[in-house]
Structure formats: structure tokens, C-alpha cells
């Protein structure tokens, strides 16, 4: 163990060493560094925003969504009212309708009666004319004229 | 491997290969060249160079700061590749550490962190590659000493510590004010509200807190160099049976793979502490209020 000027030797290397390694080595390794941890810190950042914009999108979908589903019901809702009114209408119209045909069926048939009673009333004048006529015919034939009565009731 | 004896294999992969001036009285006194044992190298005196230590010291810091490099110039904040990750994931728990232990700003102390806890790590990692190895290679070109764990060399944990030593010093003194530091050497422990006994504390306080402040440097570099160099000497030790037959041959060899997995743990564990140490005594240094 003697000591020699491998010492000083060894010293001035380390200074070498250490200052260099200052220099041109500890430096830019920490900015590759520091600037990795930023990178990850914004990475991380953006993430949790995104996260939350997810969030937020989702909760307007589902808001949407109720709304929606809300106006859809409420469409439906109207949509029956409004059926249920046309049907309601449909049927009045339908009877006002059924009423009007039924007052004119009822005018024609009362029209047809009249022209069947007037024609009737019509055949009535000629058969009575005709009866009237034959009896006064045969008025000298009495059992004839009978005859001929109980002939015009049984055609009435 | 020319060693004949156990005590001179072991003694021979201890001697670093020595490079200075042969002193009078040596057959090649006046000349520069390699020691040949370790003799030579303790004539030389101060002025000379373990080059083995030297070599590996610069070769394997240069291999650090050159894979970081890769990553630094082509550090992207996107996906990191597999090398980037593994560096990024060292520079994190560098920088963790710093933060957790430095309580001030200074952009030297986590570079300074880093680079001791990764050239230490390299260092030591030395040790794994199995004693003979490295040494044999060296032989077959003609090179007849060489110690390939630089941190078992007290010349290279000392050359650490002391320039730790000397930025303590700089920023006890930078921080702190002249002032401020001879008075945390001469008015602490000891305070009395008497002046007078206050003045015959100053001695006894200079003593207890120089003591303390060599200790710093002195108990990081003897831990790390204590640590490898016994860890060294018990591999040497291991591979020396393998000298010893077949049955103590595989027993060295198993030995040496458990004390080799055990060791993974330890220069980690060492180039750890080195650099907590560090960034503790510079924290002490830099604060204001003790």
C-alpha cells in the first residue's frame, strides 16, 4: 500500500469524469425526462377530460332520449284523443247521415204509398165504375147482380 | 502464470504494475521503467504510476460516459428504448437519492452522484471476472504484473475521497463564509455561555471536529478499498485451490461462484454507500445552520 501519483492521477480523471458527465450527460437525460413526465401528465389530463365529456355526452343522450320517449307518448296521446275524436264524429256523421237516408227512404216509401193508394184509389173508380156499370146492365137480373157484388169484394 | 509458491501467487497478483524512476543503488538506477516486484514499485517513491489501475480506472470510466452519452444525445421523451430505459432507470434513482438526502440546489451534486455510484459499480465489477483471467492475457504480452480491480488500489478510493474531500472544503467554506467554518470546527461541541471557558473549549473542539472532518474522507476511501481488497484476496485465495486436485478444485469452484454471487451485492452495496456518503457530507457542507 504505497501511495504514488496514480492519486492525483485518479483525481484529475474523476474531475474529468464528473464534469463531463454534467455537461453533456446529466442534462439532457433529466429534459428527456422532465419532459416524458409532462407529456404523461397532459396524456392523463386529456384523458380525464375526455372521460368526462363522455360523461356529460351521456347524460345529454339519456336527457334526449327521456325527452323524446316524453314526445313520443305525448304524440300518442294526442293521436288516440284525436282518433277517438274522428270516430266520435265518424259516428255522428254516421247517424246524421243513417237519419237522412232513413227520412228519405221514408219520404219515398210514403210517396210510393201515396202513388200505390192513388193508383189504387184509381182502379177502385174503374172497378166500382165497371161494377157500377154492369149492375146497371143487368139491373133486371137480380140473382146476377149478387153475384157480381160478392165477384167486387172478393177483387177488393 | 509463473508463480510457483502460494505465497508468491498471491503476492504477485497484489503488486500493481508500477510505472517510475529506479532509484540509486538499483542495477537500473536513474532509468524509468516498470517495477518488477513490489520492492521496485515502494523504491520508486511518490512519483510514479500504477498503470494497471490508471488503465482500467480511464478505460471503464470512459465506458460509462460513453453508453450514457449514446443516451443523452439521442434522449427522446417518447417511448424509450431498451438501453435508454436501463439509463433512465439509474438517472431516476440517482436523482432520487440526491433529492432524498441533498436539501439543497446544486447541479454538480447528482452528475457527481452518479458518476461515483456508476464508475465504482464498474470497478468493482472487476472483481467478478475470475483472478487469472485478465493477468494471463497480460503475461502472453509480455507484462508481468497486473491488478485489474482499480477500486483494490488505495491510490484510486483516495483520489475519489480527497476530491470529495476538497468539494466538502469548498463548499463548507463557499456556504458557510471563512468564518462560519472555523466556527463549526472550534465552537461545537462544546459551548458554555462563560466566555472564558468558551476560549479553553476552543482547543479541545478543534481536535474533536478536525478528527471528524478527516475521518470522512479517510473512512470512504479505507471502506471501499477494504471491501475490494478483501474480496480480491479471498478470490485469489478460492483460485488457489484450484492448484489442489480435482475434489478441492470443484469445492474452489463452487466457492468461488457462491463468493461470486455474495460479491454482486457487495460492490453494489459499496458504490451505493460511496455515493450516499458523498451527497451526506456535501449536504452537511452546504448547509447554513448545522
Not at chain 1, 77 to 104: F, L, P, Q, Y
Not at chain 2, 68 to 86: C, I, M, S
Request: charged residues 15%; contains cysteine.
Amino acid at each position: 500500500m504505497n501511495f504514488n501519483a496514480t492519486l492525483i492521477g485518479q483525481s484529475i480523471t474523476f474531475v474529468v469524469f464528473v464534469w463531463f458527465c454534467m455537461k453533456f450527460v446529466w442534462p439532457p437525460i433529466m429534459a428527456a425526462l422532465t419532459e416524458r413526465k409532462a407529456k404523461i401528465a397532459a396524456g392523463l389530463a386529456a384523458a380525464d377530460r375526455g372521460k368526462h365529456e363522455q360523461e356529460l355526452a351521456e347524460k345529454k343522450a339519456a336527457e334526449t332520449l327521456h325527452q323524446a320517449k316524453q314526445q313520443a307518448a305525448e304524440i300518442i296521446a294526442r293521436a288516440e284523443k284525436r282518433a277517438a275524436e274522428i270516430v266520435e264524429e265518424a259516428k255522428n256523421d254516421a247517424v246524421v247521415e243513417g237519419n237522412r237516408v232513413k227520412a228519405a227512404a221514408q219520404a219515398e216509401i210514403e210517396q210510393e204509398v201515396n202513388r200505390a193508394r192513388e193508383s189504387l184509389r184509381g182502379q177502385v173508380v174503374e172497378l166500382a165504375t165497371a161494377g157500377a156499370g154492369r149492375i146497371l146492365k143487368r139491373e133486371l137480373d137480380a140473382t146476377a147482380n149478387d153475384e157480381l157484388i160478392k165477384d167486387l169484394v172478393a177483387r177488393i | 502464470m509463473s508463480a510457483t509458491t502460494s505465497a508468491e501467487y498471491i503476492k504477485h497478483h497484489l503488486t500493481n504494475l508500477t510505472y517510475g524512476k529506479f532509484p540509486e543503488g538499483h542495477e537500473h538506477a536513474g532509468h524509468w521503467g516498470f517495477a518488477h516486484n513490489a520492492q521496485d514499485a515502494a523504491s520508486f517513491g511518490f512519483w510514479s504510476i500504477n498503470v494497471d489501475s490508471m488503465l482500467f480506472s480511464v478505460a471503464l470510466g470512459v465506458l460509462f460516459l460513453g453508453l450514457f452519452r449514446l443516451v443523452a444525445k439521442a434522449a427522446t421523451a417518447d417511448v424509450p428504448g431498451g438501453w435508454q430505459n436501463f439509463v433512465e432507470w439509474i438517472v431516476e434513482f440517482i436523482d432520487d437519492s440526491v433529492r432524498g438526502s441533498f436539501s439543497g440546489k446544486n447541479a454538480l451534486v447528482a452528475p457527481l452522484a452518479l458518476t461515483i455510484f456508476v464508475w465504482i459499480f464498474l470497478m468493482n465489477l472487476m472483481d467478478l471476472i475470475p483472478v487469472d483471467w485478465l493477468p494471463w492475457v497480460a503475461g502472453l504480452l509480455g507484462v508481468g504484473h497486473l491488478k485489474v480491480v482499480p477500486s483494490t488500489d488505495p491510490n484510486i478510493t483516495f483520489g475519489l475521497s480527497l476530491t470529495v474531500f476538497a468539494l466538502v472544503l469548498y463548499y463548507s467554506v463557499k456556504m458557510k463564509g471563512v468564518g462560519g467554518f472555523v466556527g463549526e470546527l472550534t465552537l461545537m461541541p462544546f459551548q458554555s455561555n462563560n466566555k472564558l471557558v468558551q476560549i479553553l473549549f476552543i482547543p479541545v473542539n478543534f481536535l474533536l471536529e478536525t478528527v471528524t472532518l478527516i475521518s470522512k474522507p479517510v473512512s470512504l476511501s479505507l471502506r471501499l478499498f477494504g471491501n475490494m481488497y478483501a474480496g480480491e484476496m479471498i478470490f485469489i485465495l478460492i483460485a488457489l485451490m484450484y492448484g489442489g486436485g480435482l475434489v478441492l478444485g470443484t469445492f474452489g469452484g463452487l466457492l468461488q461462484l457462491g463468493w461470486a454471487i455474495f460479491h454482486i451485492l457487495i460492490i453494489t452495496l459499496q458504490a451505493f454507500i460511496f455515493m450516499t456518503l458523498t451527497i451526506v457530507y456535501l449536504d452537511m457542507a452546504s448547509q447554513e445552520h448545522h
